[in-house]
């Protein structure tokens, strides 16, 4: 089975900054999009970023646009997201998965089941 492993996470101060990757297992990337969800206490999951593996297009959630930037290294089969200046807002654990555009929306591939343990992102105030 397809297997992403988030590491990176930890403990930053509000306006620092922090590199996630994704290490991909049983996947390649082709045709597929892959993407960066979060998860804060009491709140549903919602997506960050999802990045086209065709054509290398981005879509970013309203509320890191400028401040997230998601990558990929197709050799060492590794995403990644730069965040900076970040805020206590974005506290959350930090998940990646295929995702789906929907025009300004990221949406969850629900055909995937494989969700990782992601990593915890604080930031404190």
């Known amino acids: 089975e397809a297997q992403l492993v988030e590491s990176g996470g930890g403990l930053v101060q509000a306006g620092g900054s922090l590199r996630l990757s994704c290490a991909a297992s049983?996947?390649?990337?082709?045709?597929?999009?892959i993407g960066w969800f979060r998860q804060a206490p009491g709140k549903e999951r919602e997506g960050v970023s999802c990045?086209?593996?065709?054509?290398?297009?981005?879509l970013y959630a309203d509320s890191v646009k400028g401040r997230f930037t998601i990558s990929r290294d197709n050799a060492k089969n590794t995403v990644f997201l730069e965040m900076n200046t970040l805020e206590p807002e974005d506290t959350a654990i930090y998940y990646c998965?295929?995702?789906?555009?929907?025009?300004?929306?990221?949406?969850?591939?629900?055909?995937?089941?494989?969700w990782g343990q992601g990593t915890q992102v604080t930031v404190s105030s």
């Open positions: 990045m086209s593996l065709s054509d290398g297009g981005t």
């Open positions: 998965a295929p995702c789906i555009m929907l025009l300004q929306d990221i949406e969850e591939d629900y055909d995937y089941d494989s």
């Open positions: 049983g996947f390649t990337f082709d045709d597929n999009n």
